[in-house]
């Protein structure tokens, strides 16, 4: 690599194009999730109702009963044995999705996707635009990090639509953040398109930062399925007790996937990119050892990558030996993420450090 190359400003236009053109249309992917949940059908909703009142009943037949028998002797009959969810206590359907099941709905869902893709696609571009235009990595600063990590996010969602999971309720909240994200990249932590500080010229940049960057977009999956999740378990309890949750909460929350469904699918994909992320501390620590001299220097970036892994470790290790499920395990994968993000934001622009150097 050419360490005095000069930045070719026209393609570092082209990208700052390239990402307001993204922002432009994924605020129509965002209007069209939109009416993807105002059109699709209520039909459906109280089928969680429906279904805690059937669970009821069977418990209640599953209840001992005595049966008198010839010569007075009474038998305790034997209760029906009823599988419990895994999120802990409830067997309810999953919902329709955001459609509703009904073509208009469906329709505006399907526009709203296509629409993302495309904003993914244009966004992609600006990403790649950036990198050629100083023929490097595209995330050397917070800027740079922040658009690259907004665009995996997206790549991540499109891919397990690709694989046929039933994920399309992501959209409303995925777009949402992502321009959010974009908002404050292009508003508060934008820089100029430039070369490489000496410290950041090795190979370790391709491959430590793209999988920091991979890890956080799919822990940004699981922390909004912990988080609807949440919403969804008090939506089920309140039925389950009686309740009657509102009409807005009914419609939204009736469509989701059933709270088991959220709390397994949260914790298949934090299991899942766990191993990465402690590849990529392991490949930092190499990458220190390179550039600093040492392998780990109780550096801030350093600290709270290690705190993000022990969050995350100690959830995954309390969903298989102490049994946590649910409300509890929700809480700690959602503190476990909050690590992460304040190691993303907080550290870079709060506290000083070697890393320092990436700037805002």
Same mark, same amino acid.
């Given at each position: 690599?050419?360490?005095?190359?000069?930045t070719?400003?026209s393609?570092?236009?082209?990208s700052?194009v390239?990402i307001?053109s993204?922002?432009a249309?994924?605020?129509?992917?965002?209007?069209?999730?939109?009416?993807?949940?105002?059109?699709?059908s209520?039909?459906?909703?109280?089928?969680?109702?429906a279904a805690?009142?059937?669970s009821s009943?069977k418990?209640?037949?599953?209840t001992p009963a005595?049966?008198?028998?010839?010569?007075g002797?009474?038998v305790?009959?034997?209760p029906?044995?009823?599988?419990r969810s895994?999120?802990?206590?409830?067997?309810v359907?999953?919902g329709p999705?955001?459609?509703?099941?009904?073509?208009?709905?469906?329709?505006y869902g399907?526009i709203?996707?296509?629409?993302?893709?495309?904003?993914?696609l244009?966004?992609a571009?600006?990403?790649?635009?950036r990198?050629?235009?100083?023929q490097r990595? *595209?995330?050397?600063?917070m @800027?740079?990090?922040? #658009?690259?990590? =907004? !665009?995996?996010?997206?790549?991540?969602?499109?891919v397990? $639509?690709a694989?046929?999971k039933n994920?399309?309720?992501?959209?409303?909240?995925?777009?949402?953040?992502?321009l959010l994200?974009?908002?404050i990249a292009v508003?508060?932590?934008?820089t100029?398109s430039d070369?490489l500080? *000496?410290?950041?010229?090795s @190979?370790?940049l391709? #491959?430590?930062? =793209? !999988?920091?960057?991979?890890c956080?977009?799919?822990?940004? $999956?699981?922390a909004v399925?912990?988080?609807?999740?949440?919403?969804?378990?008090s939506?089920?309890?309140?039925?389950a007790?009686?309740?009657?949750p509102?009409k807005?909460?009914?419609?939204?929350l009736?469509?989701?996937p059933?709270?088991?469904?959220l709390?397994?699918f949260a914790?298949?994909?934090?299991?899942?990119?766990?191993?990465l992320?402690?590849?990529t501390?392991?490949?930092g620590?190499?990458?220190?050892?390179?550039?600093?001299?040492?392998?780990?220097?109780?550096?801030?970036k350093?600290?709270?990558?290690?705190?993000?892994w022990?969050?995350?470790?100690?959830y995954?290790?309390?969903?298989a030996?102490a049994?946590?499920?649910g409300?509890k395990?929700a809480?700690?994968a959602?503190v476990?993420?909050a690590?992460?993000?304040f190691?993303?934001?907080?550290v870079?622009?709060?506290?000083?450090?070697?890393h320092?150097y990436?700037?805002?």
């Open positions: 690599m050419n360490l005095a190359a000069a070719n400003e393609l570092a236009e082209a700052n390239l307001y993204s922002m249309v994924y605020t129509l992917a965002f209007f069209a999730h939109i009416a993807e949940w105002v059109f699709g209520r039909s459906k909703v109280g089928r969680t109702a805690l009142s059937a009943a418990a209640s037949a599953a005595v049966k008198a028998q010839a010569g002797t009474a305790l009959e034997r029906e044995v009823i599988t895994a999120a802990g206590t409830r067997d359907p999953d999705g955001a459609a509703g099941g009904t073509f208009k709905g469906d329709l399907r709203a996707v296509s629409l993302t893709v495309v904003a993914f244009v966004e571009g600006g990403v790649i635009t990198a050629l235009s100083v990595a *595209p995330w050397a600063n @800027y740079e990090f922040s #658009i690259t990590f =907004s !665009t995996v996010a997206v790549g991540s969602y499109l397990l $639509l694989l046929k994920v399309r309720w992501i959209g409303l909240p995925l777009v949402t953040t992502v994200d974009l908002g508003t508060t932590l934008y100029d070369q500080v *000496p410290a950041l010229h @190979y370790w391709w #491959i430590h930062v =793209s !999988t920091a960057i991979l956080g977009a799919v822990f940004y $999956l699981g399925g912990t988080i609807l999740y949440l919403f969804r378990d939506y089920e309890n309140k039925l007790s009686g309740g009657t509102g807005f909460a009914s419609s939204v009736e469509r989701l059933s709270a088991a469904s709390d397994k914790y298949r994909i934090n299991a899942a990119v766990f191993p992320w402690t590849f501390i392991i490949a620590a190499i990458w220190a050892g390179d550039a600093w001299g040492r392998y780990w220097g109780w550096d801030p350093e600290v709270w990558s290690f705190i993000t022990v969050a995350y470790a100690a995954l290790h309390a969903r030996t049994g946590w499920k409300r395990a809480y700690l959602l476990a993420f690590c992460w993000l190691n993303y934001y907080g870079n622009i709060f506290v000083s450090g070697l320092s990436a700037g805002v």
